[in-house]
């Protein structure tokens, strides 16, 4: 049934190593979750061959602009926007959820003067730090940035998730497969690990 007041969105990104994948691919996620009566989104962001990073973090913060901003004709609770994502998608919905406007991050599109904070964040099995030598080496890693490590090592920090948690970070879901042979488990320990000592 149409909704006649606010609820909660969750927006969903789809993963894909920044290269690939399309909103369509959480489809089985939206449908179902809006059947409970929640507003649900999946959104699009500019793959690495088309830009490179900051290029598909400013796309979903121009997305939670954009809903926020357009909250009271979808029906959304602009105070509770979670942000869930695999893969790609969870190291994108961790920074969302970790950058709230970041001057340096800050979308070129979009509505001014309107917020991209989340308020939660789900993110399995989601890259969070770009610094380790797993992901200094790593094709997938560098192409999304640009450059090497060597080149541009404050990009690689800039866009890890890790660099960015502190004590208010919003609540944030990760879990993640052992034998995971994409991302190393590792990323997803570290971080709960810096979750647990602040």
Known sequence: KALDHPVPALVFIHGGGWAGGQRGDYRPYTVPYAAKGYVTASVSYRLKDVAKFPAAVQDVKAAIKF??????????????????????????????????????????????????????VVAPYGPTDLTTDFARNNGTVTSFIGKSYEEAPDAFKLASPMAHLTADAPPILIFHGTIDDIVPVEQSDGFAAKLKEL
């Open 67 to 120: 809903l926020r901003a357009n909250a009271e004709k979808y029906h959304i609770d602009p105070d509770h926007i979670a942000a869930i994502g695999g893969s790609a998608g969870g190291h994108l919905s961790l920074m969302l959820g970790l950058t709230p406007d970041k001057p340096e991050l800050e979308p070129t599109a979009g509505p001014e003067g309107v917020s991209d904070k989340v308020q939660a």
